[in-house]
């Protein structure tokens, strides 16, 4: 009923710069909270940031002052501005979304590859 799907990755060099995309589509009663998460090869997943219905954010500390979430309510979309990309950062990125009013479902994307190399 609900669908997220995340776009915007791909390959960039050290220090680039990377702006992802999630849309929400399907049957949406309310948004009440967004968040990106990433799995890097090997890796277990790994939360990077979230974003409130009021806009209120945080962030993991291996991307504080590089990355930024934000949201578009009217659209329902989310973004993560991903700036001063590292190698490390390379990995398969998430939406996830907190999706209700009263009885809450949460929903994820299917990804999208992001790979810092150069």
């Known amino acids: 009923q609900v669908q997220l799907v995340e776009s915007g990755g791909g390959l960039v060099q050290p220090g680039g710069s990377l702006r992802l995309s999630c849309a929400a589509s399907?049957?949406?009663?309310?948004?009440?909270?967004m968040n990106w998460y990433r799995q890097g090869p090997g890796k277990e997943r790994e939360w990077v940031a979230s974003?409130?219905?009021?806009?209120?954010?945080n962030y993991a500390d291996s991307v504080k002052g590089r990355f930024t979430i934000s949201r578009d309510n009217a659209k329902n979309a989310a973004y993560l501005q991903m700036n001063s990309l590292k190698p490390e950062d390379t990995a398969v990125y998430y939406c996830?979304?907190?999706?209700?009013?009263?009885?809450?479902?949460?929903?994820w994307g299917r990804g999208t590859q992001v790979t810092v190399s150069s």
């Open positions: 399907g049957r949406i009663s309310r948004i009440n909270s």
């Open positions: 996830k979304a907190n999706i209700g009013i009263r009885s809450r479902t949460t929903y």
């Open positions: 974003i409130t219905d009021g806009g209120s954010t």
